[in-house]
Nanobody, 126 residues
Framework: QVQLVESGGGLVQAGDFLRLSCAAS????????MGWFRQPPGKEREFVSG????????EYADSVKGRFTISRDNAKNMLYLQMSALKPEDTGVYYC???????????????????WGQGTQVTVSS
C-alpha cells in the first residue's frame, strides 16, 4: 500500500499563489508516476497535472498550463504543485494520486491511478 497525504491548501484571493505538497509513504518500490487531480464544487473530478518517475515527462490540463508547475523529489518521496495566478475556477478539492509500482509514465485518466490522498481544499475568492 501507498499512503498519500496532501497539504498546503487554503483560502486565497484571485491572482495569488499556493504550493501544494504530497507526502508519499508505504512501499519502498516507489518507481511510479504521480499526478494531481481536483474536484470543483458540484463537478466531476478532473485531471490537473501528471509527472513521470524521472520527471522528464509532464502533462498539464489546458486550463492550468502556464500557471501551475508540477515537480517531485524522489529522495524525499514528495510531490508538489506550484500554483500561481489563481482564478476562482481553480477552487476545489485537490487530490494527489500515484500509479502502481513500475508504471512510470503519467496518465490524464483518474482510473489509471491506484492510490489517492484524502484531498486538500483550495478556495480562490474573486
Amino acid at each position: 500500500q501507498v499512503q498519500l497525504v496532501e497539504s498546503g491548501g487554503g483560502l486565497v484571493q484571485a491572482g495569488d499563489f499556493l504550493r501544494l505538497s504530497c507526502a508519499a509513504s508505504g512501499r519502498s518500490d516507489n518507481r511510479r508516476a504521480m499526478g494531481w487531480f481536483r474536484q470543483p464544487p458540484g463537478k466531476e473530478r478532473e485531471f490537473v497535472s501528471g509527472i513521470s518517475w524521472s520527471g522528464g515527462s509532464i502533462e498539464y490540463a489546458d486550463s492550468v498550463k502556464g500557471r501551475f508547475t508540477i515537480s517531485r523529489d524522489n529522495a524525499k518521496n514528495m510531490l508538489y504543485l506550484q500554483m500561481s495566478a489563481l482564478k476562482p475556477e481553480d477552487t476545489g478539492v485537490y487530490y494527489c494520486a500515484a500509479r502502481s509500482s513500475g508504471i512510470v509514465l503519467p496518465s490524464t485518466l483518474g482510473d489509471a491511478y491506484a492510490y489517492w490522498g484524502q484531498g486538500t481544499q483550495v478556495t480562490v475568492s474573486s
